[in-house]
Nanobody, 114 residues
Framework: QVRLVESGGGLVKAGGSLTLSCTAA????????MEWYRQAPGKQREFVAQ???????NYADSVKGRFAISREKGRNLLYLEMNSLKSEDTGVYYC????????WGPGTQVTVSS
């Protein structure tokens, strides 16, 4: 059974930084294609970033150059480093594994104040 739990969110001023973590059980993060999504209030969940099994990365245009997805092999963790945060980055952030039967985790709230 795959379990994903996000953490690291919080309240930050515009221009600030946060690093989110995703703890995974039931999969090997370093061998999986992993993604981050976010859901802003009143909006649908949207793709943010992806890291493939062979470590290729892809980003939504809105975060390109500001966010970085990575993983820590020894601890089976996925990260999302977020810099130069904007108010429009506010939302609940989720991690997900591709091509596995996994449910969404609880997410972690990121609030960027202008």
């Amino acid at each position: 059974q795959v379990r994903l739990v996000e953490s690291g969110g919080g309240l930050v001023k515009a221009g600030g930084s946060l690093t989110l973590s995703c703890t995974a059980a039931g999969i090997i993060v370093s061998r999986s294609t992993m993604e981050w999504y976010r859901q802003a209030p009143g909006k649908q969940r949207e793709f943010v970033a992806q890291i493939t099994a062979d470590s290729m990365t892809n980003y939504a245009d809105s975060v390109k150059g500001r966010f970085a997805i990575s993983r820590e092999k020894g601890r089976n963790l996925l990260y999302l480093e977020m810099n130069s945060l904007k108010s429009e980055d506010t939302g609940v952030y989720y991690c997900m594994v591709v091509n596995r039967d996994a449910s969404w985790g609880p997410g972690t709230q990121v609030t960027v104040s202008s």
